[in-house]
């Protein structure tokens, strides 16, 4: 298994559309591991292919907390056939927006149809965090992220924090480097 470089904004992959999968071969199966595997390893809960640069229709989920117990659920092709009216809201956060956080209001239940590893149709129904990332996970496939839910100034505020904190995180290993080599 190799562990994926998950991209971050404002790169240009996490707004196209990625493309469907024709066939579940080992390529997919393979990607879909590496994914997990990658996900895990940033404690995520969730990734989409476009994230790791992968403009094809795959995500993988697992909402246990600690990861202590795994259930992981890879989708590929996954499209939601069936939302509830009801909405609720959570508080997002994304691998491609490091450790910024904002409330998005989603469906509080949908059911999505997807292929399974093996190609297989499935159909799950979602409730609670499952709900949630998989609708987030889905817009990722779209090019959208959950920033795009707030207003313009919220947004531009989240990233300017993220821009800021880049900065700081730069300029403290270059500090650090310099120590080294003193
Ligand atoms: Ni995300």
């Given amino acids: 298994m190799t562990k994926l470089k998950v991209l971050e904004v404002p790169h240009a992959i996490l707004r196209q ?13 393979q990607l879909l591991s590496d ?9 995520g809960v969730g990734l989409a292919g476009n ?11 697992d909402c246990q907390d600690e990861h ?4 992981p659920i890879k989708l590929v092709n996954p499209q939601i056939i069936a939302r509830s009216s009801e909405c609720v809201c959570h508080n997002e956060g994304c691998l491609s927006v490091p450790r910024e956080y904002a409330d998005v209001e989603r ?11 093996n190609g297989q149709v499935c159909e799950r129904s979602a409730t609670g965090l499952l709900a949630i990332a998989i ?14 839910y707030l207003s313009p100034f ?3 505020r989240l990233l300017k924090h993220l821009e800021k904190r880049r900065k700081k ?13 003193e």
């Fill in 17 to 29: 559309t990625a493309e469907p999968v024709e066939a579940v071969d080992q390529e997919i199966k």
């Fill in 35 to 43: 994914m997990l595997e990658t996900m895990y390893a940033t404690n």
């Fill in 51 to 61: 994230q790791v640069g992968v403009l094809k229709r795959v995500v993988v989920i």
């Fill in 68 to 71: 202590e117990n795994p259930d």
């Fill in 107 to 117: 469906s509080a239940a949908v059911t999505v149809r997807y292929q399974d590893e």
């Fill in 135 to 148: 609708q987030h996970e889905l817009d990722h496939l779209d090019g959208k992220l959950f920033i795009d």
């Fill in 154 to 156: 919220k947004r531009q």
């Fill in 169 to 181: 995180e730069a300029r403290i290993a270059e500090d650090q480097e310099r120590d080294l080599n």
